[in-house]
């Protein structure tokens, strides 16, 4: 074999070798991505979450490994950044060029850039105004705990402004179409980002605006909130189990996403279960239990069985480096995007 | 003549009067079109009260589909289901005519259809509530560990009662009745219900159940807000004053509201102004400073348009006291449906 054709072989292996081993990743990392199959698939007796072969082709859970290979696992060492301190408006235009063409990184500091800059904005004009207000307000009728509380108050708002003001430099001459979250945020979520799968997933379309003038998002959102959220969970990702309990769940105020996944109990217990194993204090984990004995209540056994099978899968194979709970109650993945 | 005879008759006859009606009603309301909000232009130019609101004459609409609507339930001597009836005793009956017009239907499927949402909202809370409580099973012990817990005790006392009071009235109702509230909260507000109005306003994007397969409504949303708002003023609703202060202020402006509006310190200047015309005590006092930064940063010309504007409209429609307490935005569509 002459050394031009033993190259080409050694290079077909290579393919061919890589071409299995993704194929094989795809398949392993496709089994625990959905607790269990949907509510109405409850009645069968088949435990076997890794394999879940009852899993519908309608439910929405399983869209999700197919489009989770793609992009978010292409993150890519592109060319340097811009400084930390080079303005959005000069630098937005390749940022999103190269974040369109893959750039994970450079989707990432795009995102946390406008995050920045809105969080800014509504630093400025909305704490401008409460100190403002406080100022004026007649204080003679305020004894010394109030006075304090209040100096406090206005301390904390200084501190805000401070900062505010010193990245204000960072967002000048930013337009209102460089400033929409929506899209950015998705864009670092395909890549990889968590963080930013975590806003998109949860206020994403509402938190930087835009919506009235994009209803086009509404479609992107329907199309991609829940893969990036089971590729979040199976990145560790405690928000995001949080949100889709709440969204399977139908909770109050679980947002969009409890539009994609409509209701499941069976999955909103899974995913219960699953916090429940990351819980830190004991007050947490007296008030899973119980929250988790009045889910099993309405649940077929068959279905509270797979639930802990998947949960405890699930927490052996994407939480091992993230064991317990690390979203403070109330967290919005939305607020302070880019705060130093 | 046979009673079927007489009443096959007496269909094309009640059409006519009822077009008849209608078409006075319709000349009469739209006398008065011309007073709509004279000084509208003059706030911010382009960037005042949008020029839409002030063409639409939003209260007249309301007033004239109410009277429609009586007029045409007098005459089929339709009248609405006794009150407490279970909402899937009776759904398809309202939908049906709420569908062809009848204001009084639309506005009690709303308020049914929202009674039942809210029901099972609370029982949701109900359930993380005593949850928590998990140590104190009886909500008694959990009104007794502090003064922040105290005020939780009260609310499961509140939420019980609520679940008590309604638990009959939406036995039955299925999730398909109980979906699409946002075109029903709608129809409601354009048949002149000012509860389901400003909740309608108030609505973030987000908050709308079932959007994401109606992406249409964020387009009806965008073209029948500044009327419905326009009407609001018109009847002095105080609620809506304040919605409409948020936006143009910046305070609110990525919300559903602050996006149709745009921010606009002679608007927010003239919203303010209102209040304050309208506030009393304590309260007035509190407003005027906000009141005098939002002046500072406004032209002479700007200023003395949006004041004028203030007092036109508390003259013409404002006959109550804007109370500190009456307007909260997060608890609008908190309506008292017991």
């Given at each position: 074999m002459n050394p031009h054709n033993r190259n080409r072989l050694l290079a077909l292996g290579i393919v061919l070798i890589a071409a299995a081993a993704t194929a094989t990743w795809l398949y392993l990392g496709?089994?625990?991505?959905?607790?269990?199959?949907r509510s109405a698939d409850?009645?069968?007796?088949?435990?076997?979450?890794?394999?879940?072969?009852?899993?519908?082709?309608?439910?929405?859970?399983?869209?999700?490994t197919k489009k989770r290979?793609?992009?978010?696992?292409?993150a890519s060492a592109g060319p340097a950044l811009p400084p930390?301190?080079?303005p959005l408006a000069q630098v937005y235009a390749d940022l999103k060029t190269r974040a369109d063409a893959g750039d994970a990184q450079a989707a990432s500091r795009l995102y946390r850039d406008v995050g920045r800059c809105l969080h800014t904005r509504d630093v400025l004009a909305n704490q401008s105004r409460a100190a403002s207000w406080m100022l004026e307000d007649?204080?003679?009728?305020?004894?010394a705990d109030q006075l304090a509380r209040r100096e406090r108050r206005l301390g904390t708002i200084e501190d805000e402004l401070a900062k505010a003001r010193a990245n204000s430099g960072l967002c000048e001459g930013a337009t209102p179409a460089e400033l929409q979250l929506a899209p950015v945020a998705l864009r670092a979520a395909q890549l990889g980002d968590v963080q930013a799968a975590d806003c998109y997933v949860s206020a994403g379309l509402t938190a930087g605006g835009g919506l009235l003038d994009h209803p086009e998002w509404l479609q992107d959102y329907k199309a991609n909130a829940l893969s990036l959220a089971n590729s979040a969970v199976e990145q560790g990702d405690w928000t995001m189990v949080n949100q889709l309990q709440r969204a399977y769940a139908q909770s109050?105020?679980?947002?969009l996403l409890a539009q994609v996944t409509g209701g499941d109990p069976s999955q909103a217990y899974a995913y219960l279960k699953l916090r429940s194993l990351g819980a830190v204090t004991p007050q947490g984990n007296s008030f899973l239990s119980r929250q988790l004995a009045d889910a099993a209540q309405n649940l077929p056994a068959d279905a509270v069985t797979q639930g802990d099978t998947w949960a405890q899968n699930a927490y052996q194979q994407?939480?091992?480096?993230?064991?317990?709970?690390n979203t403070p109650r109330g967290f919005n993945p939305c607020q302070n995007i880019g705060a130093d | 003549m046979s009673e079927s005879n007489s009443q096959g008759k007496r269909g094309p006859i009640m059409l006519a009067l009822m077009t008849a009606i209608a078409i006075a009603i319709a000349a009469w309301n739209l006398?008065?079109?011309?007073?709509?909000?004279?000084h509208a232009a003059d706030i911010?130019?382009?960037?005042?009260?949008?020029?839409e609101v002030a063409s639409r004459t939003a209260t007249q609409h309301a007033e004239f589909a109410r009277k429609a609507s009586a007029i045409a339930r007098w005459l089929s001597q339709e009248s609405l289901p006794?009150?407490?009836?279970p909402l899937s005793a009776m759904h398809d009956q309202l939908k049906r005519r709420a569908d062809a017009g009848d204001a009084d239907a639309a506005t009690r499927l709303f308020h049914e259809v929202h009674r039942c949402i809210a029901l099972r909202r609370t029982r949701d809370l109900l359930a993380q509530v005593l949850a928590v409580g998990s140590d104190h099973p009886d909500d008694e012990a959990i009104g007794v560990i502090g003064p922040a817990q105290a005020v939780q005790f009260k609310q499961v006392g509140a939420m019980k009662a609520y679940i008590a009071n309604n638990d009959a009235l939406c036995e039955g109702a299925t999730d398909a009745q109980l979906s699409g509230l946002t075109p029903l909260l709608l129809q409601a507000a354009q048949r002149g219900d000012l509860a389901a109005l400003d909740c309608y306003v108030a609505t973030d994007f987000d908050a709308m159940a079932g959007v994401l397969d109606h992406p249409e409504w964020i387009e009806q949303y965008r073209a029948e807000v500044p009327g419905l708002v326009e009407s609001a003023l018109q009847r002095g609703d105080w609620a809506i004053v304040e919605l409409l202060e948020q936006a143009y202020s910046g305070?609110?402006?990525?919300?559903a509201r602050g996006q149709v509006f745009g921010t606009d310190a002679a608007m927010a200047y003239g919203l303010l102004r209102l209040e304050q015309l309208g506030a009393s005590g304590d309260f007035a006092d509190r407003l005027a400073p906000r009141v005098a930064a939002v002046a500072k940063t406004l032209s002479t010309a700007r200023l003395a348009a949006a004041q004028a504007w203030a007092s036109d409209y508390y003259s013409r429609y404002f006959h109550s006291v804007f109370d500190?307490?009456?307007?909260n935005g997060a608890n609008l569509c908190q309506i008292n449906d017991d």
């Open positions: 496709a089994s625990p991505a959905t607790p269990v199959a409850a009645g069968s007796t088949d435990t076997g979450m890794a394999t879940t072969p009852q899993r519908t082709a309608t439910a929405p859970a399983a869209k999700v290979a793609g992009p978010i696992h292409t930390p301190d080079a007649d204080t003679s009728g305020l004894d109050s105020g679980a947002g994407y939480f091992g480096a993230n064991p317990q709970i | 006398r008065g079109k011309s007073t709509a909000d004279p911010g130019g382009a960037g005042a009260i949008p020029a006794p009150p407490r009836t305070k609110f402006d990525t919300s500190e307490g009456e307007v």
